[in-house]
């Protein structure tokens, strides 16, 4: 090795990175037979002559190297690491020195790259490279530095970080809940600007400006969403969900987005709740909805992650199990829980007058015993379908027993409940005439209580009323068989003399 002093040697020997002292004089001489013959696409020529890029590399000469080259290689000395460089330089360095043999065909006396070299021990080594041809040997490339700094540790945490930042990527992209990533900092401001304009009572103020609630629906950007988001809202990309957030967010959700920005309004920077969003073909989605300032946000609100949980099978079940609780499943009347419930509420507040009517359903116990209870059953739910369309909600209409019912009708007087009890006589005859099997009939009595302590009598009277109308029409069977009866035997029947 020649230096031009024994400074400027020990700057070589003890410096801190990898040195290497090359002779690239060999490459030089390759390069120049191949453009006599003609040769001018280096890059086309390494790909079609492979062994070019070898021959490249056999005609670097290594002249020295310095004591940190030796340590990071793990040689004992320059000719143990001139005997290893078939190990040290292998597998991944290939493409990165086709390319470092490229940039000096095209005249570039400079080059730099990161590329992978291994210690004898088989350890690999993540290197940046630095070359240089030394001033004074631009014509021959007789002398040239190269400068190896060990970036393993740098790039085993980018390494890592990048793994890590995949493992994230994927488990939101493919986690089984709605995922949005959002910005929230325009809201921010919104929220800070009604501070600064005085305002105290912020609920009052949303309530007399709802434009503001619109402004900051409008202000939300979102930024990233999931897979399960376009599952969930029936959307074929991201970009069909983006693009319809008005058919996605409305109605209910007005609402309950006020109610997030007043928690917001309190500092409250992580919230959750049950919500109503809409798919794309218009269903209601339930959602439970998951909404949190990320770490590091919490001054900007720049980044929010919100995730919705589809709970819209939860709420078919809570609201099925809710209706069996208030409602006959037979009929799908009111049932005797909610019928206590409502006389309750009408003895406590009242509406007065309050009238029932009392109504037991005939022949049913005769359905059951000769036809079987699937008729009963059916002639059950053909009560409860006429009672249903001749007494319009939310008056109270309930199966109270068996075969009784009883129909609620608070404000209502005699004559409204007569033309109640008409409508629903009408109904009944209209019923018999698109079912077959056993006639529906009603025996309906009614009263009418002008002040609570009259609502108890008022019960008891309607009850009497319909068992009064009970025996009336079984009296009259009774009478009809005896007239049919003395028909078929000869015997007179009614009206009629012996």
Known sequence: MTLSSTGTDDHFRLAPISLWLEDFSGIKRLFESWRSEGIEDIDAHFREHPEAVAACAAAIRVLDVNE???ELFGARDLPHLIDSLGSIFRDDMHAQHTEDMAQLW???LTFSCQTVNYAIDGRRIDV????????????DWSRVIIALEDITTRVAAERRLAQSEQFAQGLFEHSPVSLWLE???TIRQLLEEAR?????DFRTFLDVHPEFITRCMQEIRVLQINQQTMRMFGARNKDEVLGN?????RDEMREHFAEQLLDLWQGKIYQQRETVNYSLTGQAVHVHLQFSVLPGHEEGWELVLVSLTDITARKKAEAYLEFLGRHDALTKLKNRAYYDEELARLTRKGRFPVSIVMADLNGLKAANDSLGHSYGDDLLRRAGEALRKAVSEPTCVARIGGDEFAILLPGADDEQVSQIIERILAVVELNNQFYTG???????GSATANATAELTRAIQRADEAMYAAKRNFYQQQQNDRRVSEG??????????TA
């Open 68 to 70: 940190r080259t030796l």
């Open 106 to 108: 095209r005249g570039n």
């Open 487 to 496: 028909a078929i035997e000869g015997t007179p029947g009614k009206g009629e």
């Open 438 to 444: 056993p006639r529906l009939s009603f025996a309906i």
């Open 128 to 139: 940046l490279v630095r070359a240089r041809i030394l001033p004074g040997h631009e014509h």
């Open 183 to 185: 910005d929230f900092s």
């Open 196 to 200: 600064r304009a005085g305002i105290e």
């Open 245 to 249: 957030l008005g058919r996605i967010f």
